[in-house]
Nanobody
Framework: QVQLVESGGGLVQAGGSLRLSCAAS????????MGWYRQAPGKQRELVAV???????NYADSVKGRFTISRDNAKNTMYLQMNSLKPEDTAVYYC?????WGQGTEVIVSS
């Protein structure tokens, strides 16, 4: 079993930046691929970015060039650096590892 705890959400103005963190309860090497998802009010949860244990990444088109996913396997932690934030990035952001999900952290981008 893996417990995931997100942090770093908050309120930011459009054009600003935030860095989300996801701390896992198990070693990064034993976890495998991890990802960030988000769910805006009234919308379905969507993939934002994924990263493998080796560091290969993939991003949703809507965040390419603005968001960067990374992980520190020694610290069992995954990150999402979000730059040039837009109001449409407002959502609850969740980290995921296989069947396990974190509780989410809210990001609100004001215009």
């Amino acid at each position: 079993q893996v417990q995931l705890v997100e942090s770093g959400g908050g309120l930011v103005q459009a054009g600003g930046s935030l860095r989300l963190s996801c701390a896992a309860s198990r070693s990064g090497f034993s976890i495998g691929a991890m990802g960030w998802y988000r769910q805006a009010p009234g919308k379905q949860r969507e993939l934002v970015a994924v990263i493998t244990t080796a560091g290969s990444t993939n991003y949703a088109d809507s965040v390419k060039g603005r968001f960067t996913i990374s992980r520190d396997n020694a610290k069992n932690t995954m990150y999402l650096q979000m730059n040039s934030l837009k109001p449409e990035d407002t959502a609850v952001y969740y980290c995921r590892c296989g069947i396990y999900w974190g509780q989410g952290t809210e990001v609100i981008v004001s215009s």
